[in-house]
């Protein structure tokens, strides 16, 4: 699916909901760091934090913003709006934009979509997928294809007497591209022995990417 350009002028007077967007967090071997071309909008939230409309990722090409925004939700994915970005080479970047919908408490639902710059507008390589927010999400860089990272997910799996914020196994998850196509798939998916704690530091893919990536050389 493409998301073609739209005219949102009217969005961008919205006072208080506009938030620049971060740059890649580090220039790393195989990533391009550039000038942010892209701003965050995050939700509305009524007076008691619980998102009522969705967050929104804008981009601008040639000075003109194209719209991508998660599907519906109750309450909208309209909470904690990020992106994360690559670029390796001459190829188009790639936005990772998530947001969270939650009804208050500790818990809540993660969207996460894999965007791509396209002449027409923002092309969508993989279905958007939901987690929990006992979690964390990253750009995986493979060696073999640094110019296609992997998409990799770690989900807690909260096990019976465990604390919510405790030590807990992990669900891993890679989404990875078919070269035929430029698709993004669910490629590798295992539970792992360890358990670690549910912190959304990003140590858990730290630990387990060599693993995550072996896994997925053997397919």
């Known amino acids: 699916m493409i998301i073609k350009r739209a005219a949102i002028a009217p969005l961008l ?7 620049s967007a971060p740059g890649p967090q580090a220039s790393r071997r195989g990533i391009r760091a550039t000038a942010p071309a892209y701003q965050v909008l995050q939700g509305g939230t009524d007076e008691g934090g ?7 990722l804008l981009v601008y090409r040639g ?21 994360q970005t690559w670029e390796a080479g001459p190829g188009p970047r790639l936005y990772l934009f998530s947001a969270v919908s939650h009804a208050g408490g500790s818990g809540g639902t993660v969207y996460l979509a894999l965007l791509q710059d396209h002449p027409e507008g923002l092309l969508e390589l993989m279905p958007g997928i939901t987690f929990s927010t006992l979690s964390e999400f990253r750009f995986l860089r493979d060696p073999a294809r ?7 997910v770690a989900e807690a799996i909260w096990a019976s007497g465990e604390a919510h914020f405790g030590n807990h196994r992990q669900r ?17 998916d295992y539970t792992t022995t360890r358990k670690y704690p549910s912190e959304g530091d990003g140590r858990v893919l730290a630990a387990e990417g060599r693993t ?8």
């Open 146 to 152: 640094p110019e296609a990272p992997v998409v990799a």
């Open 172 to 188: 891993i998850k890679a989404f990875a591209q078919d070269p035929a196509t430029g698709r993004y798939a669910l490629r590798a």
């Open 13 to 19: 007077l919205l006072s208080g909901l506009l938030v």
């Open 50 to 56: 619980i998102p009522t409309s969705a967050a929104r």
């Open 63 to 83: 000075g003109r913003p194209v719209l991508h925004e998660p599907p519906p939700a109750d309450p909208p994915f309209g909470a904690d709006g990020r992106v």
């Open 212 to 219: 995550l990536l072996a896994r997925l050389r053997q397919r």
